[in-house]
Nanobody, 126 residues
Framework: VQLQASGGGLVQAGGSLRLSCTLS????????MGWLRQAPGKEREIVAA????????YHTDSVKGRFTISRNNAKNEVYLQMSSLKPEDTATYYC????????????????????WGQGTQVTVSS
């Protein structure tokens, strides 16, 4: 499995970015997906997660109402729409995949995932 994330960059506080991640090498619809982030000196944390069928999602409290995870199984892609960005959102963002037979479950923590992308940097200036 290969995961390729893109869409990061430098943005002012209050701005928006959309991250994308493409999975190749396996059938995308067989994987629950997640976006996680890691800031310097901090542990990697879950940002959002989505089930295989896209109907069930999870967003960590600090991003609720600002970020939205979604997926397009026909395009083998998962997205993270980020709005009202804050300086504390600055981090390297990773997409991750978990192969599962459960269509409706999301996985709200780093330890669940066994496939990781290379990360994309998001920097929010104040």
């Amino acid at each position: 499995v290969q995961l390729q994330a893109s869409g990061g960059g430098l943005v002012q506080a209050g701005g928006s970015l959309r991250l994308s991640c493409t999975l190749s090498g396996r059938t995308f619809s067989g994987y629950a997906m997640g976006w996680l982030r890691q800031a310097p000196g901090k542990e990697r944390e879950i940002v959002a997660a989505i089930s295989r069928n896209g109907y069930n999602t999870y967003h960590t409290d600090s991003v609720k109402g600002r970020f939205t995870i979604s997926r397009n199984n026909a395009k083998n892609e998962v997205y993270l729409q980020m709005s009202s960005l804050k300086p504390e959102d600055t981090a390297t963002y990773y997409c991750a995949a978990k192969r599962t037979t459960v269509v409706t479950s999301f996985y709200p923590g780093p330890s669940y995932y066994d496939n990781w992308g290379q990360g994309t940097q998001v920097t929010v200036s104040s």
